[in-house]
Each structure stands twice: as C-alpha cells, then as structure tokens.
C-alpha cells in the first residue's frame, strides 16, 4: 500500500523560508513522477511543482516560480520542497503526491499547514 508523509509545515513571518518532506513508501519511489499541490481556505486545490521520476526535469506554477525548489532522493525514497521568500498568500495545505500507472497524481498524502504572517 502506497503512503506518503508530508512534514515541515509551520508558521513563518513573510519573507521566510520553510522545507517541506514527504516520506513515501510502499512502492519503487524512483519508479513514478512526484508533484507538490496547496489548497487554501476557500479555493480549488492548486499544482505548484512537479518532478520528474529521475529528478531531471521539474516543473513550477507561475506563482511560485523562482522561489520554490522541488527536489527528490530516490535512495531516502523522499521528495523535498524548498519555500524561500514566502508570502501570506503561500498559506495553504500542502499535499504531496505520486503518479500512478495511467500518469496521473493518484496517490496523495495528508498535507501539511503552512501558514506565513504578513
């Protein structure tokens, strides 16, 4: 059975950084693309970076662009998301995900908070 295990949410000031992790096991974590998706109060859950099985192509939302940092250790069997320069409007739930078969994000763990303070 496939679990994934978010963790270093938090409460930061804006302008601050935080790491997220999420810890998957169950399966051959190289195997499968990996992504990072945020719900905020109120709205749509929302892709923010993905990345590809190998750790060499990875992906951004426009929002974060430039700021964030997704990276993977297939031997940890572990996905990493650096959040640098963060705003209020970053406060979010933060779910991590894997792809199954088909290629889509089937799989999801069962978020982290991160809130940042303006």
């Known amino acids: 059975q496939v679990q994934l295990v978010e963790s270093g949410g938090g409460l930061v000031q804006a302008g601050g950084s935080l790491r997220l992790s999420c810890a998957a096991s169950?399966?051959?974590?190289?195997?499968?693309?990996m992504g990072w998706f945020r719900q905020a109060p109120g709205k749509e859950r929302e892709f923010v970076a993905g990345i590809r099985r190998s750790g060499g192509a990875t992906y951004y939302a426009d929002s974060v662009k430039g700021r964030f940092t997704i990276s993977r250790d297939n031997a940890k069997n572990t996905l990493y998301l650096q959040m640098n320069s963060l705003k209020p409007e970053d406060t979010a739930v933060y779910y991590c995900?894997?792809?199954?078969?088909?290629?889509?994000?089937?799989?999801w763990g069962q978020g982290t908070q991160v809130t940042v303070s303006s």
């Open positions: 169950g399966r051959t974590f190289s195997a499968f693309d």
């Open positions: 995900a894997s792809t199954g078969i088909s290629g889509a994000y089937d799989y």
